[in-house]
């Protein structure tokens, strides 16, 4: 039967915003694409009057009725239905359905739902700004009607399965949810000092003495301050209070990202402010400009890729580069300090002002160790109550230069980096295994429906 048969259609519209009498105190659900995020509508988020019904181009349409999105960007992909069980007002990018005697509110949604990219493929508007379906074409798409008794027993059924199928999803979900917060806790123990034997502990039962992390970074900034040729006088670091940190294991001390970087100018930097940064030096290929969307926690991405003019970036932008194993943190973003590791041998790249570059001193600290702590708990909780901003968090250079970070000696920090990464690459297949199985469950979903309503054509 073709859709244009199988009902009575309404449309919608919008009453005019500027007439307070048509929104304030309305009672009536005015629904919208916004509401249309399950199979069935209690309410919608937004109300009217009476009055907006009376003066505008929207309809009343009654419980029962069948709602379908038909212009919206999401129709790239799919399309919405759901079923009202309250009189309800429609938003223009609505239509309903309220079906004849015969027919099942319920059946018709699950047949739009089974036909659903079918529909979109055969009656969707193209060369239009915004996804809208051709409603002539639309209207004349055909469905199979089964007797009324018939419809019951199939709905039941697919209701049967679909719960059955929920009852499966719902335990992905709290399976990846249950991973998440593993990966957090392991990142949490290591820049704890428990994830792995401290290397005081090692000693003390070895017999042995260590480099603990006080005496590392001692020798460190003394190797510093006898290499300095940077501009003036070679200016002392302060003594940090620590006295506000929690405790550390024994053989661990407190140092910042100042103190860990490389004796360069601009080891700690972001991209350029201001006029030097130019659209119009952006070209197809070039030099890489990274972005925040680059920056993933353990990961440096390349999808969306910018790309800057060579000729400028040799004249202006080489100081805010990576050469390959520098830091990458993200200053914005909720919450902001997300860390990757810039890749070696993959060429230079530049970073915009939203994200700071850190390169490492490897004497001192392991780049992993340093990433891994920065994408953990304990750094985001910092990040989280130094970032200033009313809409986006935002970490400032000076900030970020003094942040506390726990250091262990060194041959501790090799036995975290291959402890953490050894559990992380556990979570990250489970979690693939997860997310394949999410994605099949969708697919069964769709097979189900195809399934019963796989006598379907379109005109």
């Keep these: ?77 799919t399309l919405p239905v759901a079923v009202t069980q309250r009189q309800v007002a429609l938003n223009q990018d609505l239509k309903a359905v309220m079906p004849f005697e015969g027919v099942r509110s319920d059946y018709l949604a699950l047949a739009l739902k089974a036909f659903e990219q079918e529909i979109l493929h055969t009656c969707t508007k193209t060369g239009t700004t915004v996804q809208s379906l051709e409603l002539p074409v639309f209207l004349k798409f055909e469905i ?57 502990e090692l000693a003390r039962k070895e017999g042995r003495t260590y480099e603990t992390g006080e ?54 930097c972001a991209g350029p402010f201001g006029t030097i940064f130019k ?47 520098e830091l990458l943190i993200t200053k914005l973003g909720e919450p902001p300090g997300v860390c990757a590791i810039y890749p070696k041998n993959v060429g230079p790249a530049m970073v915009t002002p939203d994200v700071i570059k850190l390169s490492v001193n490897e004497s001192a600290v392991s780049p992993r160790y340093l990433m891994h702590y920065f994408n953990s708990e304990n750094a985001r909780h910092f990040s989280i109550g130094v ?13 970020f230069r003094e942040m506390p970070i726990p250091l262990p000696p060194l041959a501790e920090q090799k036995r975290i980096v291959a402890e953490v990464e050894r559990r992380l690459s556990v979570i ?20 189900i429906l195809q399934q019963v309503f796989s006598r379907g054509v379109a005109c």
């Design 1 to 77: 039967m073709p859709l244009g048969k199988v009902g009575r259609w309404f449309g919608g519209g919008t009453p005019s915003k500027a007439n307070p009498k048509f929104w304030t105190n309305g009672k009536i659900p005015w629904v919208s694409p916004k509401d249309m995020k399950c199979d069935i509508i209690l309410d919608a988020q937004d109300h009217i009057t009476p009055e907006a019904v009376a003066h505008s181009a929207t309809n009343l349409v009654e419980s029962g009725s069948v709602l379908l999105v038909v212009r919206s960007g999401i129709l790239q992909h």
């Design 144 to 200: 199979p009607v089964a007797p009324e008794d018939e419809q019951a027993a199939i709905v039941k059924e697919i209701e049967k399965q679909f719960t059955r199928l929920d009852a499966g999803v719902t335990a992905l979900k709290r399976v990846q949810a249950n991973l998440k917060r593993y990966r957090a806790s392991v990142l949490k123990a290591a820049c704890e000092g428990r994830l792995v034997p401290t290397e005081h």
């Design 215 to 268: 005496q590392l970074l001692a020798r460190i900034l003394t190797e510093r301050r006898q290499k300095w040729q940077g501009r003036g006088k070679y200016k002392e670091f302060d003594s940090a209070d620590t006295s506000h940190l929690p405790p550390l294991p024994l053989g661990w001390t407190w140092a910042s990202p100042d103190k860990l970087a490389t004796f360069d100018d601009n080891s700690i």
């Design 279 to 325: 659209a119009r030096d952006f070209r197809p290929s070039g030099i890489p400009i990274i972005f925040l969307r680059h920056v993933s926690a353990g990961r440096y991405l390349t999808h969306k890729p910018g790309f800057m003019d060579v000729g400028k970036w040799e004249e202006l932008f080489r100081p805010y580069s990576v050469f390959g194993g």
């Design 387 to 399: 970032a200033f901003g009313t809409t986006r968090l935002r970490l400032t250079i000076p900030i």
């Design 428 to 447: 990250d297949e489970l979690e693939a295994v997860v997310s394949a199985n999410l994605q099949r469950a969708t697919r069964l979903r769709q097979s």
